[in-house]
């Protein structure tokens, strides 16, 4: 990073990289948004202000159509519909005057639930080491807990669910402390029903952040298309993007997407230029820091461009 400081700073400044910001769109990522990052998340937002204007994703998706007109554009999407995006983020977007793109889990809403990789991590790490390692043992997974989360993603749905079940079991004592619930606990419906919706759009990430490619059919149906279903209905709003969980997809999925939504986003360090595919569009997920953000939006150049559109025949009509 220290090599980089010149540069991030010549970015940070808006010295260099208005070519690049000529040429393509960024869409940037955020996860949670704890009090504590309050401060940082306003500084970022407050920089891209500053550097590219700031549509909302459907406007940006919508130019898309026209190769004059993607340059310097970018959207503010958030992932993971947490409580904390709704209490933390969106004042900092009102006060701004910035439009921004909830993703949600509408089942996990329902059920006052964490996503099941939040919850894996809390558990693994409550256990004491020599637990962790008796569980991965039993299980045929890395003891460390992040190698333990990524092998779960690699379960199909039956499988995980099972190891989270053993977690359950083997943590019966553990209990959410009041910051855990801050940082992880999803909005309610009446919550996300308060966001004016002239600023914030709603999209679907799938009804339980379950790993698509690891879903059968059936399965696949619930996630993607339901989920449509039940936002609109909690919400009596349109809902027309969805973010891949985890950014992975696979055909199957790619394929129920496109017959359910307008777009779709993944996560991957490219720019959205014209004649791009509508439901592979790249987000950087944004890093901590202000400068490290000013450096990952234009480290990668825009001239590459490895998606494009697909042959409407071939792969559907979006809706």
Partial sequence: MFRSVPRALAYWSG???????REGARIVCYHGTPRQRAAELERQLRYLQQHFTIVPLGELVARTRDPGAIGGLLAVTFDDGLRNNASVAYPILQRLGIP???FICPDLIEQRAWLWNHQARQRLRFAEQGLRREL?????????VEGFVAWMKTLDLVSRRCVENALR?????????AAQRHQFDPAAWDELRALDASLVTVGSHGMTHAILPRLKADELEFEVAQ???????????????????????????????????????????????SACDLHLLPRIVA?????????????????????????????????
């Fill in 15 to 21: 010295i260099a990289g208005r070519d690049q910001r």
């Fill in 100 to 102: 921004a793109t909830f």
């Fill in 136 to 144: 991965a043992g039993q299980c045929g997974a890395p003891p460390e």
């Fill in 169 to 177: 079991e083997a943590t019966p004592g553990y209990a959410p402390s």
């Fill in 227 to 273: 989920s449509r279903r039940m936002i609109e209905a909690r919400l009596e709003r349109a809902v027309e993007f969805f973010a891949y969980p985890n950014g992975d997809h696979g055909p199957l999925a790619r394929e129920l997407v496109r017959q359910h939504y307008a777009a779709a986003a993944v996560c991957s360090p490219g720019w959205v230029r």
């Fill in 287 to 319: 890093p901590r820091g202000a400068l490290r953000l000013a450096l990952c939006l234009h480290r990668h150049g825009a001239a590459r461009q490895p998606w494009r559109r697909p042959n409407p025949s071939v792969a559907g009509t979006p809706i």
